[in-house]
């Protein structure tokens, strides 16, 4: 897996980017994980690496102004963290954060079964 | 298989709108005993496997799964990577070129009035028509509605469409073989003529009426045809080159090959319609995800304002991407989606000194984009039209990525432009995309001021043309694959005049 060795920091983004994915089931999750990890395998291990050092950011840079990381914060906490990346004045950094966001967002909405709960109507062959 | 002849008397680098047409037009030619061959980078599908699933169908059919980068990582462009290139995933939508944008190209030689009449050939050939009002849905209809409440001159796209089922998945390959791309008309008739395409068939460089391509394999699992020729590098000789690879792989290809030290404006001019989406959340669930989804547009503000509103509907992750933000405003206009409407709010960019086609260390194509005052303005603008139009169709509530607080109630309808005041935007915070490339190989006189002449030849290169979106001096301003077809007709036809002299 391409997130590893960060799946706990990585499920504490999920779930602040997507609220609702907190509700996921063991399949759900894995269906997600399935989805980003189909995204990611053809992509170069320089930007695997970049991933998995954005991921470390987070868990860590909130040990300075709430004294634990990431993991350990509540949602709103989570939330301003998130949206600290989002808004940084640094574009390297807000980019980073889009990134990371898109990948949440594709595991999320791109599963199959998404459409099904949200009773979309599309007229595909699945 | 057998190992392929490698001399042709003309090459074809790209399937899209520029290299099918450009395959079709010289195709006669085969029956004088020449021989022509389409190379394309991307992979031939079948029509079964166009299944119109999101994720798998756009890591099939676009460079880099839709998601290519500009290189400070701020904007996306969208092109298609497949036999028929783009016109295989966009909307259809089939537009004249606008006479103002011809004349203010001021390409010496090229005229509106022979444009327009490669153009209309073009459009009735792919059955370029107007959409019977009892097959459009209700989120176009809504944008109709709020446009007619605002008294904005709304208008009626003509689209390529041939026996429509309404499954709203242009942009993942129409499933029903619908759409009337150069993947449907104009390379099937050069194929049937006797021009040859290579699939899977990346140029790598290009010299002296040669080209060092790398034929790839069909991946394990992947879907499409395997390459007609097996896999491995290979060198062809060509006694004419025309490049159509794109306005983003055909400069990209020339500087690779080390033509920029003869061409300074090569890359130069790129100008691409960065874009986003406002949504808008009506009470009641509305036709949205079914119907074709692109059928109306205004282009009244394009001229003092730089702006382009058009109906869109995009599939889940793309809209959950296109969406600014992220936590619970974000999930609750998702959990609406049966409820959506959207509009694509284009800027109409203008050619500058700084955005620019490049190449990176390992050779790829690399894209130096920044957003200009004009553009950001045009997407502001566009925003409060598009938020006006929503909310004028009943949105009760609209989302706008460049507001500080992205989400707007219908109370706030009337506070618009003090919205708009205080916008902002910082780049890789706005969710921006493009899908109209163009550029980088602009047509002029002389090098000083442009990569080719207005019939494509690269200056100093007889042997050598292009002809696809990079020959557009500056932005087109409207959606581009009809004026690329009228360009690459227009080249085709100088070179079936020169053929003799050429060969």
């Known amino acids: ?126 | 298989m057998t190992r392929p002849n490698l001399t042709y008397d003309i090459v074809i680098v790209g399937s899209g709108a520029g290299g099918g047409t450009v395959a079709q037009e010289l195709s006669p030619l085969c029956n004088q005993g020449l021989r022509i061959a389409v190379l394309e980078k991307g992979p031939r599908f079948r029509d079964d496997e166009f299944t119109g699933r999101e994720l798998e169908m756009a890591g099939a059919l676009y460079e880099d799964g839709g998601g290519f980068l500009t290189t400070d990582g701020a904007m996306t462009i969208a092109f298609g990577c497949v036999y028929g290139g783009s016109t295989v995933v966009y909307t259809g939508t089939s537009m004249l070129p606008p006479e103002r944008v011809i004349r203010r190209w001021d390409v010496p030689g090229l005229t509106h009035a022979d444009l327009e009449s490669r153009a209309r050939k073009f459009m009735d050939e792919n059955n370029a028509h107007l959409l019977d009002d009892d097959v459009i849905n209700q989120n176009n209809k809504l944008f109709v509605e709020g446009c007619r409440k605002l008294h904005y001159e709304v208008k009626q796209f003509p689209v390529n469409i041939k026996g429509c089922h309404g499954s709203g998945l242009c942009n993942l390959g129409c499933p029903n073989q619908a759409k009337q791309g150069t993947d449907r008309v104009q390379l099937p008739r050069a194929e049937r003529n006797g021009v040859e395409v290579i699939t899977r068939c990346q140029v790598l460089t290009i010299g002296e009426k040669t080209l060092a391509v790398r034929v790839a394999a069909k991946p394990a699992g992947a879907k499409g045809d395997p390459s007609p020729w097996e896999p491995g590098d290979y060198r062809i000789d060509a006694k004419i080159i025309v490049l159509c690879a794109g306005a983003i792989n055909t400069p990209a290809l020339l500087l690779r090959s080390g033509m920029g030290r003869n061409l300074p404006r090569l890359g130069h001019g790129f100008t691409t319609h960065p874009a986003f989406i406002m949504v808008g959340e009506h009470p009641r669930p509305i036709v949205n995800s079914v119907g074709h989804p692109k059928s109306y547009y205004v282009d009244q503000f394009t001229e003092a304002e730089h702006f382009v509103l058009e109906t869109c509907m995009y599939f889940p992750f793309i809209t959950a991407k296109s969406l600014a933000g992220f936590g619970a405003p974000h999930s609750a206009f998702m959990r609406a989606f049966p409820r959506l409407q959207m509009i694509l709010v284009l800027a109409c960019d203008e050619a500058d000194d700084f955005n620019r086609v490049a190449i990176d260390k390992a050779g790829r194509a690399a894209v130096h984009y920044h957003f200009q005052d004009v553009a950001i303005r045009g997407l502001i603008r566009g925003a409060i039209a598009a938020a006006k139009i929503l909310f004028a169709a009943g949105a009760v509530r609209v989302h706008m990525p460049v507001a500080r607080d992205t989400t707007i109630e219908a109370g706030d309808a009337t506070r618009l432009e003090e919205i708009a005041a205080t916008a902002e935007f910082q780049p890789g915070k706005v969710p921006v995309s493009a899908a109209h490339p163009q550029g980088g190989c602009g047509m002029g006189t002389n090098p000083g001021d442009s990569v080719t002449d207005s019939y494509g030849r690269v200056h100093g290169l007889p042997w050598l043309f292009v002809a696809d979106a990079s020959l557009f001096p500056n932005s087109l301003e409207i959606n581009p694959y009809v004026t690329i077809m009228a360009l690459a007709g227009r080249v085709a036809q100088r070179i079936r005049e020169e053929v003799s002299a050429l060969l």
Not at chain 1, 50 to 75: E, S
Not at chain 1, 91 to 118: C, D, E, H, I, N
């Open chain 1, 1 to 126: 897996m391409p997130l590893d060795p960060a799946p706990a920091i990585f499920r504490a983004v999920v779930s602040t980017i997507v609220p609702e994915a907190g509700e996921l089931d063991a399949n759900g999750w894995q269906d997600l994980l399935g989805v980003i990890e189909a995204l990611l395998r053809d992509r170069p291990e320089s930007l695997k690496r970049q991933l998995r050092m954005f991921l470390g950011a987070i868990q860590w840079l909130p040990v300075i102004r709430y004294g634990r990381p990431f993991t350990r914060l509540n949602a709103a906490a989570r939330t301003r963290v998130l949206t600290h990346l989002q808004n940084d004045r640094i574009q390297k950094v807000r980019v980073g954060f889009w990134g990371l966001r898109t990948l949440v967002l594709a595991g999320y909405y791109g599963r199959p079964t998404w459409r099904t709960s949200a009773a979309l109507e599309f007229h595909d062959a699945s």
